[in-house]
């Protein structure tokens, strides 16, 4: 086996990990919040916690592995992630120590994203940054499906998941998240391209023509399905849903979404790039706005897959665009200049969509996030056109 199959072997597998446990934790943790009574306008800031700390680490993360390469930040985000599990099942009732699990979980999700996808973009070449990056969100999105199916263990009640078991089997991930991280190689640093600092690089890679509004799009469409995440718990409990039905919706829209990822390449060939963003953002503007509407829990799990379809396609290609539009040595800073964004989105957007949850409930939520999706299949369009994105089938 060739380094840079091998690389890219343990890069997957380690996707899959780092995704099972956050796609467990975040909804524990949301359950969490609620068994607290607390109200849903706590589940945005759960989620803010969760995106903070690792929107102020991002672009020194990035820099650094351009420097010093990636296997460091895995081992750190790894350890980050363990203590993270061990802090949420002895969190008791303290509402301060399931907020400080949700902030070391995310600055642990975020070394281990940017290690992975760093290694991905210098392990690949330039033609095949979609097929590899296609593979690399496919085995993400199966740690996504996996990991909600621990919600449905038993132990708990009908309305909840038993919590401290989901928690505890998140730090058994996490030990072996660990080992992987520990057998991963850095990839082979490329010359820097340009010689500033953090912020003198990240400026010229902001002058990228297009890159600013693709760097927007990918930012509210992540911050949807981060939000979906955190708040779907909350929307079964007001239609009164039970815990396997809630992780249904979960699963469905993992499962979908790694069928569009695993159908991209055909997908993009035909349509284009811009296209593929425009027409599916749009979509999953649409199913996304429907969950406001009452409906059969059947309904909601399908409406839940047209969504993780729609919405799966984003994430891979503006990492494709991010990768060959970066000059050499700045692969990391660039990636994590998207994280950053995305980051920022997650911080911002949980805050003032959690003024609709105060309003309508978590219904208003899913109809504001409609909303957004709308501006971003605008942003997307344009970003597109500027950056000379395929706009239609070669």
């Known amino acids: 086996m060739t380094r840079g199959r091998r690389a890219l072997l343990l890069v997957v597998v380690h996707a899959v990990v780092i995704q099972i446990i956050t796609f467990a934790m975040r909804p524990a943790l949301s359950f969490a919040v609620l068994d607290l009574d607390g109200a849903p306008i706590l589940i945005g800031l759960l989620s803010a916690a969760f995106a903070v700390p690792a929107l102020l680490l991002a672009l020194p993360a990035g820099h650094a592995i351009d420097r010093i390469g990636e296997r460091p930040a895995l081992v750190l985000g790894s350890i980050c992630v363990i203590a993270a599990a061990v802090v949420a099942a002895l969190s008791g009732d303290s509402l301060a120590a399931l907020v400080a699990a949700a902030i070391l979980l995310g600055i642990g999700h975020l070394l281990s994203v940017i290690g992975e996808q760093s290694i991905v973009a210098k392990e690949s070449r330039r033609g095949n940054f979609d097929s590899r990056f296609g593979l690399y969100t496919f085995m993400v999105s199966l740690g996504q499906t996996l ?188 990636l994590s200049l998207r994280v950053a964004s995305n980051r920022l989105g997650q911080t911002v957007l949980p805050v003032a969509v959690g003024s609709f949850a105060l309003a309508a409930g978590a219904p208003g939520v899913f109809l504001a996030l409609g909303v957004l999706l709308i501006a971003a299949a605008w942003s997307s369009n344009a970003a597109g056109a500027v950056a000379g994105a395929d706009d239609g089938p070669e």
């Open 147 to 334: 990991g909600p199916l621990l919600l449905a263990l038993p132990g708990g009640s009908a309305s909840t998941p038993p919590l401290e078991l989901v928690f505890t089997i998140c730090a058994g991930f996490g030990a072996g998240l660990l080992g992987v991280s520990l057998f991963v190689r850095s990839a082979a640093r490329m010359p820097v391209g340009h010689g500033g600092g953090i912020l003198s690089t990240a400026r010229m890679l902001l002058r990228t023509p297009g890159l600013p509004r693709a760097l927007l799009a990918g930012s509210i469409v992540l911050s949807s399905v981060d939000l979906f995440l955190a708040y779907i718990p909350a929307l079964g409990q007001e239609r009164g849903l039970t815990a396997i039905v809630v992780s249904a919706m979960l699963v469905a829209r993992s499962l979908f979404s790694m069928l569009s990822r695993l159908l991209l390449g055909r997908i993009v060939a035909r349509l284009g790039r811009r296209n593929v963003l425009v027409w599916f953002i749009t979509a999953s503007a649409l199913a996304l706005g429907a969950l406001a509407v009452p409906m059969p829990a059947a309904v909601l799990i399908m409406l839940s897959g047209v969504y993780g379809f729609a919405v799966g396609t984003c994430q891979p290609i503006t990492m494709s665009w991010i990768s060959e539009l970066s000059v050499p040595g700045t692969r990391g800073l660039a």
